[in-house]
């Protein structure tokens, strides 16, 4: 029996509030519903959290910083 070959995927999730926003996939399929390597990763995400590397969006980054340090971002980003 002959398989197909393996191919990799690149796939990003964005989520806002505990719901997903935005989905990308290198797979280039364009359908209203998921592909399966959204889905795939949506659930590997679920079953093994620490696995997945995060990327927290600059909001979620510029709420967590005090004053002085919101002062001096905005301070290196005038310079």
């Known amino acids: 029996m002959q398989s197909e070959p393996e191919?990799?995927?690149?796939?990003?999730?964005?989520f806002d509030?505990?719901?997903i926003t935005s989905v990308t996939c290198s797979c280039g399929n364009?359908?209203?519903?998921?592909?399966a390597h959204v889905v795939a990763l949506s659930l590997?995400?679920?079953?093994k959290p620490?696995?997945?590397?995060?990327?927290l969006p600059i909001s979620?980054?510029?709420f967590q910083m005090?004053?002085?340090?919101?002062?001096?971002f905005v301070q290196y980003l005038i310079t």
């Open 44 to 47: 590997y995400r679920i079953r």
């Open 7 to 14: 191919t990799v995927c690149n796939v990003a999730i964005s």
């Open 66 to 72: 005090n004053r002085d340090q919101l002062q001096k």
């Open 60 to 62: 979620e980054t510029l």
């Open 30 to 35: 364009k359908d209203i519903f998921y592909c």
């Open 17 to 19: 509030r505990c719901k």
């Open 50 to 55: 620490d696995q997945v590397k995060l990327h």
